[in-house]
C-alpha cells in the first residue's frame, strides 16, 4: 500500500494513499485551509505540491472549482496558427485531460478510520467509500476529486439510469463500470433482427444492459462475460434486480465463455489509444485488443448459421486513429462476411458542441451495429 507524508504542526506525518484512478502519491504535500487562495492553490498544483485541505469541507470544493476555472480557460490563439489535424487534435486533448486530472488530484481530503472524514460540514461518505474501497479501519489521504467522483457514483448507482429500450426500466451502473447513457448502442441490439436461436452470449458485459435486452426480447439463455469483478458484480445485481436471473448466467471469462451460440453480441472499447488510469478501459482499448480479439474468435464460437453483433461507433475513423478498410480487413483476417449493419447517430451534447475541441469527429460520429457470418 503506498504512503503519503508531510510535515504539520513541526511533527512529520504518514498515512495511507488510496487512489483508485492509480495516480502515484504526491512526493511533496503542503497543508492548506479556509485562507488559502485559488492563484496559489492552483501555482502549487501546477508545480506538483498537493494540498492537504485542514479547513470547511464546502470550501475545499469551491476551491477545487476555482481551480478548474483557471484550467478551463480557453487558450489564447496565435494569428496564423494551422489548425491541427484530427489525430494530433485528440492527442492534445487527451493530453490536456489528463494534466486538468492531475493538477486537479493535487487537492486533498484526509479521512479518519471508518471513511469518515475530519473537516467541518463534511458529508457522511461511508457507503460511497465503502462501495468502492470495502470496509477500511485505517487512516488514509485521497484527493477530493476522486472523491465527488465516489459520491456521483454511488447516486447514479441508487437512482439508476433510464433505459427507453427496457421501457425505461433503470440499469444501477457501479463505479467504474461504463454506464449506459448513451443509448443508441442499446436501441441497435433491441431493434435488430434476432437470428432463429435459443442461445446468445454477450462479451464484455459492463453493466448487463445488453444481456437484460436479450432476454427481454426472448431469447431463453444468455451467458454474459466480464474480466472485471466490479463489471461482473453489477451485471448480476441488474440481472436480478430485473427478473432474467432465469435466463441470464454471469460468468468471469476472457472474451468467450465454453460452448457456441446463434447469437454472439460484444460492445468493445471504441477508441484503439491507451487509458491513462483504469477507469478508461471502456472507452480505449489499446492497438483494438478486445475488438481483434472478438473478431478473431467468433467464428469459431457461432453455432451454424449463428451471426455475430459487434456495436462500433466510427469514431475512431473520423480521429484518422483507424480507417474502414482497417475494419473490413479484420473482418476478412477473421474469416467474417457482412450480413447486414445498421447505424445509429449520437444524440449526446457533445455532438451538438461545436466548442468542443473534438467536434468534427463527434459531429460526423455514427454508431453501427455489424451483423458478422462466417465466410462461405
Not at 50 to 76: C, E, H, K, S, V
Not at 128 to 140: K, N, Q, S
Amino acid at each position: 500500500m503506498d504512503e503519503i507524508s508531510w510535515r504539520e504542526g513541526g511533527r512529520d506525518h504518514r498515512v495511507r494513499w488510496r487512489s483508485e484512478n492509480g495516480a502515484p502519491p504526491p512526493r511533496r504535500v503542503v497543508v492548506a485551509d479556509d485562507e488559502t487562495r485559488a492563484d496559489d492553490a492552483y501555482r502549487l498544483a501546477c508545480e506538483g505540491t498537493a494540498l492537504l485541505w485542514r479547513g470547511d469541507f464546502q470550501n475545499a470544493r469551491q476551491l477545487l472549482t476555482a481551480m478548474a476555472r483557471r484550467i478551463d480557460r480557453p487558450p489564447r490563439r496565435k494569428k496564423g496558427k494551422q489548425e491541427p489535424s484530427q489525430v494530433q487534435a485528440f492527442h492534445l486533448y487527451r493530453q490536456a485531460r489528463a494534466q486538468r486530472a492531475r493538477t486537479l488530484g493535487m487537492l486533498l481530503v484526509p479521512f479518519d478510520p471508518g471513511h469518515v472524514i475530519p473537516l467541518r460540514r463534511a458529508p457522511s461518505v461511508q457507503d460511497a467509500c465503502t462501495e468502492v474501497y470495502g470496509p477500511d479501519d485505517h487512516a488514509y489521504v485521497t484527493s477530493l476529486r476522486e472523491l465527488l467522483g465516489l459520491i456521483g457514483a454511488h447516486e447514479w448507482r441508487a437512482k439508476g439510469v433510464p433505459v427507453p429500450a427496457l421501457d425505461g426500466d433503470r440499469i444501477h451502473p457501479h463505479y467504474g463500470v461504463f454506464s449506459p447513457v448513451r443509448g443508441e448502442y442499446v436501441d441497435l441490439v433491441a431493434e435488430a433482427p434476432l437470428p432463429p436461436t435459443k442461445t446468445a452470449f454477450d462479451i464484455g458485459t459492463g453493466t448487463g444492459v445488453l444481456a437484460v435486452v436479450l432476454a427481454r426480447r426472448g431469447v431463453e439463455r444468455v451467458v454474459a462475460t466480464d474480466l472485471d469483478p466490479r463489471a461482473l458484480a453489477c451485471a448480476q445485481e441488474n440481472v436480478n434486480r430485473l427478473d432474467v436471473a432465469q435466463q441470464v448466467e454471469v460468468v468471469q471469462a476472457d472474451l468467450f465463455p465454453e460452448g457456441r451460440a446463434g447469437l454472439i453480441v460484444c460492445n468493445p472499447p471504441w477508441v484503439p489509444a491507451k487509458p491513462s488510469s483504469p477507469l478508461e478501459h471502456a472507452v480505449y482499448d489499446p492497438d483494438g485488443r478486445m475488438l481483434r480479439g472478438f473478431l478473431g474468435g467468433l467464428a469459431d464460437h457461432l453455432e451454424p448459421d449463428g451471426e455475430g453483433w459487434l456495436i462500433l461507433s466510427d469514431l475512431a475513423e473520423h480521429l484518422g486513429l483507424r480507417s474502414r478498410d482497417d475494419l473490413r480487413a479484420l473482418f476478412e483476417a477473421s474469416g467474417l462476411a457482412v450480413a447486414g449493419r445498421l447505424d445509429a447517430k449520437p444524440v449526446h451534447p457533445r455532438a451538438a458542441d461545436p466548442d468542443d475541441p473534438l467536434h468534427a469527429a463527434r459531429a460526423a460520429e455514427t454508431t453501427s451495429l455489424w451483423r458478422l457470418t462466417p465466410s462461405p
